[in-house]
């Protein structure tokens, strides 16, 4: 069980044009998901939290037009990265967790998408 | 002062021996504890969760809390070299969802 997808696994865009990523739980319904973002050796940063039916919540530094996030049902939420550039490039993470039952909730990854922006 | 801190490693150690992986963590309030591992390439899977102080065993993987000392570790017993790999603490706080990750621990195995 807590089996979380992505999809694309991967993806090459021209810059300037938009791309959107698809994260689902597929055994559970997951009403808190969270998007992070990882360089190349280094550490996961999270870029959102997202909520099933309400506007996602961003960390600092995020822009929230530029990594705009639908989170609009309990076992899908989308991330979109609108005007791509190459400065984009990295490897998408969502992860999901069943909220409703306080702080034990554990977080279940996503294979990743791996983004590079042309 | 980093809210959850790893030794970057390598942690080196020969195939059948134990590997002993660190965390600590900054926030007292802290109240759930995960360690994941993560290949290079891929993304972090579960390993392992503890809520409460002392050990949780499970199979060859052992974590141990102590949250007077704000501490939490990994063993790996019998390492394999198919442990290599990144492994990350994260830690939970009583007023969010979110996990606060520590920068990962290197793992190598070597046979």
């Known amino acids: 069980g807590a089996v979380v997808s992505q999809h694309p696994s991967w993806v090459i865009c021209k810059s300037g044009t938009s791309v959107k990523i698809e994260c689902r739980s597929l055994d559970f319904q997951a009403t808190t998901m969270f998007w992070y973002r990882q360089f190349p050796k280094q550490s996961l940063m999270l870029m959102a939290t997202s909520n099933e039916g309400s506007k996602a919540t961003y960390e600092q530094g995020v822009e929230k037009d530029k990594f705009l996030i639908n989170h609009a049902s309990l076992t899908l939420s989308t991330l979109t990265v609108t005007s791509a550039h190459p400065e984009d490039s990295s490897f998408y993470i969502c992860s999901a967790s069943a909220s409703g039952r306080g702080w034990t909730d554990t977080q279940y990854f996503g294979p990743g998408t791996r983004l590079t922006v042309l | 002062q980093k809210e959850v801190e790893q030794n970057s490693g390598p942690l080196s150690v020969p195939e059948g021996a134990i590997a002993s992986l660190n965390c600590t963590y900054s926030d007292r309030g802290s109240q759930s504890f995960f360690w994941y591992r993560q290949y290079s390439g891929k993304s972090p899977e579960l390993i392992m969760f503890?809520?409460?102080?002392g050990d949780k065993e499970d199979g060859r993987f052992t974590a141990q809390l102590n949250k007077a000392s704000q501490y939490v570790s990994l063993l790996i017993r019998d390492s394999q070299p198919s442990d290599s790999a990144t492994y990350l603490c994260?830690?939970?706080?009583?007023?969010?969802?979110?996990?606060?990750f520590g920068t990962g621990t290197r793992l190598q195995v070597f046979p």
């Open positions: 994260a830690v939970n706080t009583a007023t969010s969802d979110k996990l606060i």
């Open positions: 503890i809520y409460s102080n």
